[in-house]
């Protein structure tokens, strides 16, 4: 399983100021429904990877018998099919939203 994000900033060891222990990079990523999570990106992109991509986060388990999951960035898409594939993920994410809010009141109104 994948999930389509935006980034929102980048946590890198070069940036002025920064102290790390490490050389990797995360990123500040607004998940199409609306989670807001920090993820690593994968080391063989995080020089390419820049705030504003459109992004894939790898949600696959870390193995079959696990239920952790991977949350790295493996890949930046061209801005124009990640905005079609963000814009198509959040709006089945309205939909399924305005549908259970529909449900919620018809069973409030049901009960009084």
Same mark, same amino acid.
């Given at each position: /399983?994948y999930?389509? $994000?935006?980034v929102?900033e !980048?946590?890198?060891?070069?940036a *002025?100021? /920064?102290?790390?222990a490490?050389?990797?990079? =995360?990123?500040v990523?607004? /998940? &199409?429904?609306?989670? !807001?999570?920090?993820? %690593?990106?994968d080391? +063989?992109?995080?020089?390419k990877?820049k705030k %504003?991509?459109y ?5 696959t388990p870390l193995?079959?018998?696990s239920n952790?999951? *991977? !949350?790295v ?8 099919? $990640?905005g079609?594939? &963000?814009t198509?993920? +959040?709006e089945?994410f309205? *939909?399924r +939203? ?5 449900q =919620?009141q018809?069973?409030y =109104?049901?009960?009084r």
């Amino acid at each position: /399983m994948y999930h389509i $994000g935006l980034v929102q900033e !980048l946590v890198s060891p070069g940036a *002025k100021g /920064m102290v790390s222990a490490d050389t990797s990079v =995360q990123a500040v990523v607004r /998940m &199409w429904d609306e989670n !807001l999570l920090i993820l %690593g990106v994968d080391r +063989r992109i995080a020089r390419k990877v820049k705030k %504003g991509d459109y992004v894939l986060a790898d949600y696959t388990p870390l193995s079959p018998d696990s239920n952790h999951r *991977k !949350l790295v960035i493996i890949k930046a898409l061209p801005s124009e099919e $990640g905005g079609r594939v &963000w814009t198509e993920f +959040r709006e089945e994410f309205e *939909k399924r +939203r305005n549908r259970a809010q529909q449900q =919620q009141q018809q069973n409030y =109104q049901y009960i009084r």
